[in-house]
């Protein structure tokens, strides 16, 4: 700027060649003073820093072979060997910064600790141990690295060569190609050629054989590409459509990350079960860890072949034969699908000539009315207490499930496991907290209900042992899970439902067993005026607690279902320390995988949940955060 003005003002130019020297060699003075007095501010705090290390510390670690580093309780770099700074710094200067800086993910909480742990910087991997200084170096640490990006890549290799197992099978070919031979080669070969298609961009290998299971060994890599994908094959699979317009669902079980490929075959297989109890059109992975779900997104088909049923009838007849006594317990909170499958399996067992219980909690049941009816009807003294009925349990004792598999949710699980002998019969989708031990576990997610279950049981048991009051309790139960034959309604559901008519049930006084007060009308209708709308998910909040609360919350889940632009409803209660979810589908929207993910579980049209430790404002953010990962 200085030569701008002069250049300007001085008409000589002898003379401003004059001036334009002398600034110059001012300019270059005053550079060369400033470079000198940065350099020995800076090489004086370098030293002072690197001083701050004891010389018998620097004369040790000097001549390490392996990189080294020393910094204070702040992270601080006092000082570092030639190994650090050729190897680590590529030949900088790091005096004065942090080690973050050096390596950005550096936990500072790690100078503690007494294992060695790895640190990343860019693409490479070290292996870092600590020691802290002593005497008067106290405060300070020395870290010790050793390169292991090489060790790095194989892990790498070694973890994305991994095998996967999957096995997968066409899970409604019975019931969609039964009849239709012409037209069952042609979806066979369509599925297969999807099968196939699906790893054609993969290493792995594939014996598709739709008839029965087709087996696929996947490297991880390419299995992780899968799951980035979420098994689109579920919903190209459902294109596949037959001539009444039904698509095909397949049921995918995975099994990864075991020791060995006959480990993951194995949890392969269970997790194929798991997705078939659950109703299938899903894919199942298990590991290590447990299970993880995709898809499940429409109802279990119905089986219209009737011999596996049969043959758990004839299981069940062999073991009410061989027990010395029976009780038939189900889930807590019992409602009338409950009590009515336990009817219909206590009637099952005395016509066996055997002592017979049904071991309830009446002060916690939600069917109460039904039980006092048939005990009015029937002058029999069936429903014991379960804290009588442990006394009761020996050698050679049944105890038969209804209505649940879950070992979280049992009206009491130390019956359960007293017992020398156990079955289960259910009809919800599979949880992974299911028991284990059960000597015969009769599983149809496609059932209606756990009624109709044991009215099939029944017509091959002892058809005649089915009175009337019983046939109005399985009846109750079968209208109660169907919203009165409206939801998860087959031909076998109304197949059930004749017979149970046909053995004299009133279908008008089954629906007594429904009727509420004007009281409870009023609560209902309190909680469904409270609901909010989100994304077609209708949440209501019950503001206070009263006299049957969980099937008021239940039924106002049901009717709100009856709402323009509704297709799931949700609603919240707070009972004995902890927020009750009552969760009703119409089929569209999944309640059971929403409740899965706040530890509940249930139906695709029916679900429910209990969380423990939170509020009522928590729990409906988790609701919404669920429902926003259906992707609705």
């Known amino acids: 700027m200085l030569m701008t003005v002069f250049t300007a003002t001085v008409e000589n130019r002898g003379k401003l060649l004059i001036v334009h020297a002398t600034?110059?060699?001012?300019?270059?003075?005053?550079?060369?003073?400033?470079?000198?007095?940065?350099?020995?501010?800076?090489?004086?705090?370098?030293?002072?820093?690197?001083?701050?290390?004891?010389?018998?510390?620097?004369?040790?670690?000097?001549?390490?072979p392996s990189p080294m580093v020393s910094v204070d309780g702040g992270g601080e770099i006092i000082w570092y060997n030639r190994q650090f700074r050729d190897i680590v710094l590529e030949g900088t200067d790091a005096y004065g910064s942090s080690i973050t800086k050096v390596f950005p993910r550096f936990n500072l909480t790690k100078l503690r600790s007494e294992e060695p742990f790895q640190v990343k910087q860019n693409k490479r991997w070290f292996q870092c141990s600590v020691t802290e200084c002593r005497h008067e170096d106290k405060g300070k640490f020395n870290l010790f690295f050793s390169e292991i990006t090489s060790l790095k890549e194989i892990?790498?290799?070694?973890?994305?060569?991994?095998?996967?197992?999957?096995?997968?099978?066409?899970?409604?070919?019975?019931?969609?190609?039964?009849?239709?031979?012409?037209?069952?080669?042609?979806?066979?070969?369509?599925?297969?050629?999807?099968?196939?298609?699906?790893?054609a961009d993969t290493t792995g290998i594939c014996w598709a054989d739709t008839r029965e299971k087709s087996l696929i060994i996947l490297e991880n890599s390419d299995f992780e590409k899968i799951v980035e994908n979420k098994f689109s094959i579920l919903s190209e699979a459902r294109r596949i459509m037959v001539k009444d317009n039904v698509a095909v669902t397949l049921s995918i079980g995975v099994g990864c990350g075991g020791k060995d490929i006959s480990e993951c075959e194995a949890w392969a297989r269970q997790a194929l079960d798991m997705a078939l109890g659950r109703g299938g059109d899903q894919a199942v992975v298990k590991n290590e860890e447990g299970y993880t779900f995709y898809g499940g997104v429409t109802n279990s088909s119905e089986r219209?072949?009737?011999?596996?049923?049969?043959?758990?009838?004839?299981?069940?007849?062999?073991?009410?034969?061989?027990?010395?006594?029976?009780?038939?317990?189900?889930?807590?909170?019992?409602?009338?699908?409950?009590?009515?499958?336990?009817?219909?399996?206590?009637?099952?067992?005395?016509?066996?000539?055997?002592?017979?219980?049904?071991?309830?909690?009446?002060?916690?049941?939600?069917?109460?009315e039904l039980i006092d009816n048939y005990e009015k009807t029937t002058g029999l003294d069936c429903f014991m207490d379960v804290s009588d009925a442990l006394d009761r349990v020996r050698e050679g004792t049944l105890v038969v499930v209804v209505d649940t598999h879950s070992t979280n949710i049992i009206e009491s699980l130390a019956l359960y496991e007293r017992a020398t002998k156990t079955a289960v019969i259910d009809h919800h989708r599979m949880l992974v907290d299911r028991v284990e031990k059960a000597n015969l576990f009769i599983h149809e997610s496609y059932a209606s209900s756990a009624s109709e279950l044991v009215t099939e049981l029944a017509t091959y048991i002892e058809p005649k042992t089915i009175g009337r009051p019983e046939a109005e309790a399985l009846l109750a139960g079968i209208m109660l899970d169907t919203k009165s034959f409206v939801l998860k309604t087959g031909v076998r559901t109304f197949e059930a439902s004749a017979f149970l008519r046909r053995r004299g049930a009133d279908t008008v006084e089954v629906k007594r067993?429904?009727?509420?007060?004007?009281?409870?009308?009023?609560?209902?209708?309190?909680?469904?005026?409270?609901?909010?709308l989100y994304k077609k998910c209708a949440i209501s909040v019950v503001e206070r607690t009263f006299d049957n609360i969980r099937i008021v919350s239940s039924q106002a889940a049901e009717e709100m279902l009856s709402l323009d632009g509704v297709d799931a409803s949700f609603v919240l209660y707070d009972s004995d320390g902890q927020i009750n979810i009552s969760a009703r589908s119409l089929g569209k929207i999944n309640v059971q995988i929403i409740t899965e993910k706040l530890g509940g579980g249930g139906h695709l049209t029916m679900a429910g949940a209990q969380l423990k430790g939170e509020t009522v404002e928590n729990a409906v953010k988790r609701i919404k955060a669920a429902v926003d990962e259906l992707g609705l």
Not at 46 to 64: I, V, Y
């Open 304 to 368: 219209q072949s009737r011999v596996r049923m049969r043959m758990s009838a004839s299981a069940l007849a062999e073991l009410f034969e061989q027990c010395t006594n029976c009780f038939i317990t189900g889930h807590k909170y019992s409602d009338l699908d409950v009590v009515g499958a336990a009817i219909g399996v206590y009637s099952l067992v005395r016509s066996f000539g055997k002592e017979a219980y049904i071991a309830i909690n009446r002060e916690t049941s939600l069917a109460k």
């Open 23 to 64: 600034i110059a060699v001012f300019a270059l003075l005053a550079v060369l003073l400033l470079n000198e007095y940065t350099n020995r501010s800076v090489f004086g705090y370098l030293k002072r820093l690197s001083g701050s290390l004891a010389p018998r510390e620097r004369d040790a670690l000097s001549g390490m």
């Open 513 to 532: 067993f429904f009727a509420g007060t004007l009281d409870v009308y009023k609560e209902k209708s309190k909680i469904i005026a409270a609901a909010s």
């Open 155 to 199: 892990e790498q290799k070694y973890a994305d060569t991994r095998p996967a197992v999957i096995l997968v099978v066409f899970d409604n070919e019975e019931e969609l190609l039964k009849e239709r031979e012409s037209e069952r080669m042609q979806v066979m070969a369509q599925i297969d050629t999807l099968i196939n298609d699906w790893v």
